[in-house]
């Protein structure tokens, strides 16, 4: 396997992937009858949020004593998963989420 450092590129689908785990959390929530519109833009970010401390390893985990550290890589293609793409700085996706959700229009 070839691990490739390619900061920008991992920047652009970094953001990808944090922007899609926003919309398929406000999307999936915004289909309950009644919610308010307020409501599920709160529990969007505080999933999203959530969900991306697991992804970028700020969360503390551990199995059975040892601890668990999940670092994110992509890949450009599904067929041929033997390069991956890195960055120095690794996942940073709970970071982003407050400032994507300012930025996206969501509805």
């Known amino acids: 396997m070839r691990v490739d450092k390619d900061n920008k590129l991992y ?6 992937v944090a922007r ?3 919309e398929t959390i406000y999307s999936q929530i915004s289909e309950i009858e009644g919610i308010d519109p ?3 833009e709160s529990i969007t970010s505080n ?6 401390t697991i992804i970028d ?3 503390v985990m551990d199995n059975e004593g040892r601890q668990v550290l999940p ?6 293609s599904a067929k041929e998963r033997k390069n991956l793409i890195v960055s ?3 996942s940073y996706i709970h970071e982003m989420i407050f400032g994507l959700l300012d930025d996206m229009d969501l509805e």
């Open 11 to 16: 920047e652009e689908f970094h953001e990808k």
């Open 71 to 76: 670092y994110l890589a992509f890949s450009e």
């Open 88 to 90: 120095d700085t690794g």
């Open 57 to 59: 390893g700020s969360r």
């Open 38 to 40: 307020d409501i599920v």
């Open 20 to 22: 899609e785990l926003i």
């Open 47 to 52: 999933l999203a949020f959530s969900v991306g």
